[in-house]
Nanobody, 127 residues
Framework: QVQLVESGGGLVQAGGSLRLSCVTSGRTFSSYAMGWFRQAPGKEREFVGAISWSGRSTYYADSVKGRFTISRDNAKNTVYLQMNSLKPEDTTVYYC????????????????????WGQGTQVTVSS
């Protein structure tokens, strides 16, 4: 059974930083790309970014480009989302997910490409 567990969310002032972590079990972590999404109440889930299975490539939504960084430690089965220069509009629940495509090295990531999801972690940015 594949499980993803996020941690690291919390309350931070605008301009501050947080680092989210997502530990994966039940799958060969190093073979799959990982993604981060976020979803505010009443809104559709939004793609934040993704990292290839090797960690050599990363992709970001325009809204977070230059502020957020995704990395992974395959030895720890963990993917990270470093969030800097946080804004109040970044407030929402963040989810990690694992791509269903083994050894995918392309640049196209959509919600339907991810098959397992974490439970989410709340990030709140105060103004």
């Amino acid at each position: 059974q594949v499980q993803l567990v996020e941690s690291g969310g919390g309350l931070v002032q605008a301009g501050g930083s947080l680092r989210l972590s997502c530990v994966t079990s039940g799958r060969t972590f190093s073979s799959y790309a990982m993604g981060w999404f976020r979803q505010a109440p009443g809104k559709e889930r939004e793609f934040v970014g993704a990292i290839s299975w090797s960690g050599r490539s990363t992709y970001y939504a325009d809204s977070v480009k230059g502020r957020f960084t995704i990395s992974r430690d395959n030895a720890k089965n963990t993917v990270y989302l470093q969030m800097n220069s946080l804004k109040p509009e970044d407030t929402t629940v963040y989810y990690c997910a694992t791509d269903r495509r083994r050894f995918y090295s392309g640049s196209y990531y959509h919600e339907e490409d991810f098959d397992y999801w974490g439970q989410g972690t709340q990030v709140t940015v105060s103004s």
